[in-house]
């Protein structure tokens, strides 16, 4: 499997947008380097599948002073679907000042889906802000008790729940992707 290694110009902010809807199965992985001082970059990944196993790895390397990165990984998973995710940041000798931040949040909706989380910091430099996390979960009782009370049958009350949780996160995408990340949660 090829690696999409991104450089990150002096002064330059990437966006790298990742998108799965299932279906195939989908290997990514993706090699983001900030080697000049102030590079930054978003490493944005949603997915939302009924079926299929997306693999996907991330590796942003901090190399220079004064760089910053936010990995964030957001997915919803039915059916038979499973995400494997492998994320790591790497903030090298030198990189004073660098600020890095990495997270995976995946909601389980039927007891066959399945996603399991790495996040790994390697941190080799002084004054520097780094952060990582993870959680996989199911949506919980007391929201679907709280919309229920609100009149909404409890597959409507998911539809919201998934929408809103993934919604939010179309925002931060450039417009062609939040355009399509739209577009498959209007189908949901």
């Not at 002096?10 to 290997?27: C, H, N, Q, S, Y």
């Not at 995710?85 to 909601?107: C, F, T």
Request: aromatic content about 6%.
């Amino acid at each position: 499997m090829k690696t999409d290694i991104i450089h990150v110009k002096e002064g330059e902010m990437k966006i790298v947008p990742i998108l799965w809807f299932g279906g195939a199965d989908r290997t990514l992985k993706t090699r983001v380097l900030l080697d000049k001082r102030g590079s930054s970059a978003k490493v944005l990944c949603l997915f939302f599948a009924k079926s299929g196993t997306l693999t996907l790895e991330t590796e942003v390397v901090h190399d220079a002073p004064d760089t910053f990165s936010r990995t964030l990984i957001k997915g919803v998973l039915d059916g038979t679907a499973r995400a494997d995710y492998e994320g790591r940041v790497v903030i090298k000798k030198g990189s004073k000042r660098a600020d890095a931040d990495l997270n995976e949040h995946a909601i389980l909706l039927s007891p066959q889906a399945r996603a399991n989380a790495i996040p790994r910091l390697e941190v080799l430099e002084n004054e520097v802000k780094a952060g990582h996390g993870a959680t996989v979960g199911k949506i919980g009782e007391e929201e679907l008790f709280y919309l229920a009370t609100r009149g909404l049958p409890k597959d409507e009350a998911k539809r919201l729940i998934v929408q809103g949780f993934l919604e939010s996160f179309a925002a931060g995408f450039p417009p062609k992707e939040a355009e399509e990340i739209r577009a498959q949660l209007a189908r949901v």
